[in-house]
């Protein structure tokens, strides 16, 4: 069975690190490029960062440039998003999702999406 499930979310301080995993079973994830995307109460689903299959390709929406940074380990079938220097506005639930390619942030181009973890950044 297909499936992505996100965990390591949870309350943290302004300027504190939160390291977030996608953990991916029934498929070959080294085939496939993975995005993660938030989304806050009340917002549109927005797209943070992907990650190249091969690891050597990466985006990131700019709002998080310099703070957030994205890895894969193919052999643990995990994706990470280490997020530093976190702010309040990054409070949201949190999803991974897979596509062929990491060329867009649009979330119409991923499938198979994870439940999502929440991330909460508050003093």
């Known amino acids: 069975q297909l499936q992505l499930v996100e965990s390591g979310g949870g309350l943290v301080q302004p300027g504190g690190s939160l390291r977030l995993s996608c953990a991916a079973s029934?498929?070959?994830?080294?085939?496939?490029?993975i995005g993660w995307f938030r989304q806050a109460p009340g917002k549109e689903r927005e797209g943070v960062s992907c990650?190249?299959?091969?690891?050597?390709?990466?985006l990131f929406v700019a709002s998080v440039k310099g703070r957030f940074t994205i890895s894969r380990d193919n052999a643990k079938k995990t994706v990470y998003l280490q997020m530093n220097s976190l702010k309040p506005e990054d409070t949201a639930i949190y999803f991974c999702?897979?596509?062929?390619?990491?060329?867009?942030?649009?979330?119409?181009?991923?499938?198979?999406w994870g439940q999502g973890t929440q991330v909460t950044v508050s003093s």
């Open positions: 029934g498929f070959i994830l080294d085939y496939y490029a």
């Open positions: 990650i190249s299959s091969s690891g050597l390709s990466t």
């Open positions: 999702a897979r596509a062929p390619r990491c060329t867009t942030l649009r979330g119409r181009d991923y499938g198979y």
